[in-house]
């Protein structure tokens, strides 16, 4: 592993970048936008998703889609979910056979309900060998260096292996799980309820309350996980509680403060136009919405959520809901 292009001039692409490049690959960024991209490789910085870094001198910029893949021996995807397909069925034709795919968008397509490695497979077909990279990784605290953990997933261990290799530092330590299916599902729902932890937060109902939609919030996650051919264990780990602890807590937690600004009263629409990027809990909420019905999964606070999010509940009529259900067994 040498040359490496990242797809998706974001938070997470850019951290990636800047990490790589500190580890001495040569690191290319590509983006959907020309004149955005132009404008961080002028400002050496990503002024509108990771301000305050400066970029490596070494970062390499490429805005042509047929150069963007030449001589690369590793491929990283860090675009939003929602928007995957269309990015990758453009530069589909430049893909080169066979060359790995590091995946770390967290989300669940709309419509086709598939995960982001199954979207670049469904796209690129037998061109696409993927590995799935995600955990408790706020890009602005790796940004500044300061530890973490990921795990590196794939069906192919030896694959996730080399992965774990290249992105492993002494401020984030990788570890490898062969479970790619918990480990994307994992990253994906602990968003919505991170929207509903920062509803908890905004309207100020206590940490005994957050405390208890953690916990339910994980069941709940994992009993759809399990159902969807998942790993119990995987949801226990760093890309399951760990990931959802960071997402629920995090000042900086876009879905968390999205959450927030509702609890605290803001229209949905207001909460949603308020955020200057991509709140992917609000798409993947509907995604996980159908599974647990397709599945027969019981998911009492996604359901709520969708229901704040997409059907006007209210959210004191949300919580009231959630306390008077039948009493059961933990």
């Known amino acids: 592993m040498k040359n490496i292009s990242i797809i998706g001039d974001g938070a997470m692409g850019t951290v990636c970048s800047m990490l790589l490049c500190e580890k001495g690959f040569s690191v290319r960024m590509w983006g959907y936008d020309a004149q955005q991209l132009a404008q961080i490789k002028e400002k050496r910085e990503n002024f509108r998703f990771l301000p305050g870094h400066k970029l490596p001198d070494s970062m390499n910029f ?17 675009v939003p979910c929602q928007y995957m397909r269309p990015i990758w069925k453009r530069l589909s034709e430049h893909v080169k056979h066979g060359t790995p795919i ?13 995960r982001p490695s199954q979207i670049i497979m469904d796209v690129l077909g037998v061109k696409a060998k993927v590995v799935a990279l995600s955990g408790p990784t706020i ?83 994992t009993r759809l996980g399990v159902a969807l051919g ?34 605290k009263g803001a229209t949905v629409k207001d909460a949603i136009e308020s955020t200057h990027s991509v709140v992917e809990g609000v798409a993947t909420c509907k995604s996980v919405v159908d599974l647990a019905k397709k599945y027969s999964i019981d998911m009492p606070i996604t359901e ?27």
Do not use: W
């Open 62 to 78: 490429e805005a042509e889609d047929s150069e963007i893949f030449k001589n690369t021996d590793l491929i990283i995807s860090a």
């Open 102 to 114: 590091v995946s770390v968008t967290k989300g669940i397509e709309n419509e086709t309900l598939l």
């Open 139 to 221: 890009a602005e605290e790796i940004a500044r260096k300061l530890p973490a953990t990921a795990t590196a997933a794939s069906k192919d261990e030896r694959l996730a292996g080399v992965v774990q290799e290249v992105f492993n530092t002494r401020y984030l330590r990788v570890y490898r799980n062969s479970d790619i299916v918990g480990v994307e599902l994992a990253g994906a729902m602990k968003n919505v309820i991170a929207i509903a932890a920062g509803i908890v937060d905004g309207i100020q109902i206590g940490d005994n309350a957050k405390a208890a939609l953690l916990c339910r919030g994980l069941a709940e996650i």
């Open 230 to 263: 998942a790993a119990e264990h995987t949801f226990s780990g760093l890309s399951g509680l760990g990931d959802l602890v960071t997402t629920c807590i995090s000042p900086s937690g876009r879905n968390r403060s999205l959450g927030q600004r509702i609890g």
């Open 304 to 330: 709520a959520v969708y229901q704040i999010l997409f059907e006007g509940k209210s959210v004191p009529a949300a919580i009231e809901e959630l306390m008077n259900r039948k009493l059961k067994a933990e």
